[in-house]
């Protein structure tokens, strides 16, 4: 992160013009690498629902990264997650993790999943070293036909409990 950088993370209850932006560029991203077939994303409609709460990242003010985090029962879901290429590198995929984890655990929620596809290096190499582990398919993917999830890698983190 260069000195002058300012990183900023913001709930967006609804979808902004700037949310639209960065989820029409990440599926675009997407739709080059991957089949509809094995694209899991959540729509906008889905992605502000009440157990969803979904973030902009903004470096110096600019908007340039999102995701969220799906909140279920007995576990967390990482949705959406992308950071623009102009701004890779520079610690904003990191602080959105952290406060996706940070949700989760405020939550009650000790563990944090996700799914990504095997061709995002760059996304494998954070989630790594953020402490996720390689995991079984779950929740809606185990029941998917195996082609839907030949690219998905399914990973998950435990999360430590928030001290009383």
């Known amino acids: 992160m260069q000195n002058a950088d300012k990183i900023t993370i913001e709930l967006v209850p609804t979808a902004t013009g700037d949310v639209r932006g ?3 560029e990440l599926d675009q991203e997407l739709a080059q690498e991957y089949t509809s077939e094995q694209r899991h994303g959540l729509t906008l409609e889905a992605i502000f629902q009440p157990h969803v709460r979904f973030f902009l990242a903004r470096l110096n003010e600019e908007p340039v990264g999102c995701g969220g985090v799906a909140l279920f029962a007995d576990f967390a879901e990482v949705k959406r997650m992308f950071v623009r290429s102009t701004a890779r590198r520079r610690g904003v995929a990191q602080e959105l993790l952290t406060r996706i984890e940070a949700e989760a655990r405020s939550a009650g929620l000790t563990v944090l999943r996700l799914e990504t596809g095997d061709r995002q290096a760059a996304a494998l190499r954070l989630y790594k070293q953020a402490g996720f582990q390689i995991c079984p398919a779950f929740g ?5 036909p195996p082609g839907a999830i030949a690219t998905s890698v399914f990973m998950e983190k435990l999360l430590r409990p928030i001290s009383a």
């Open 140 to 144: 809606v993917y185990a029941a998917m």
């Open 22 to 24: 960065l989820i029409r």
